[in-house]
Nanobody, 124 residues
């Protein structure tokens, strides 16, 4: 079970930190990804982190502005979003998938577990 939080309304150039908390028993290693979906558009990959946290990957529009990290002691993954732009407005989802290799997953249908999403609106 995944729960996202941290969304909200922010002005262009501002920052937000999204959190994705995994509840329940999570003894297996799992990779995590963040995706977003704007109204009328397909779900889009944003960032991903491997189970160890050592490997990350970002979609080009967010490189240098967003940072994904994880705290295994808390079963949580974070998405720090800086220099936000109006085009970042979307509902953001985290997804998790148990893995046996320490790699990132960027394709949405490779994930079995999804949160309900948190809305991010960037507007002046």
């Amino acid at each position: 079970h995944l729960v996202e939080s941290g969304g909200g309304l922010v002005q262009p150039g501002g920052s937000l930190r999204l959190s994705c908390a995994a509840s329940g028993r999570t003894t297996s290693p799992y990779a995590v990804g963040w995706f977003r979906q704007a109204p009328g558009k397909d779900r889009q990959f944003v960032a991903a982190v491997s189970w160890s946290g050592n490997n990350t990957y970002y979609d080009d529009p967010v490189k240098g502005r967003f940072a994904i990290s994880r705290d295994s002691t808390k079963n949580a993954v974070y998405l720090q979003m800086n220099s936000l732009k109006p085009e970042d407005t979307a509902k953001y989802y985290c997804a998790a998938q148990t893995v046996q290799i320490d790699y990132v997953i960027i394709i949405p249908n490779r994930y079995d577990f999804w949160g309900q999403g948190t809305q991010v609106t960037v507007s002046s």
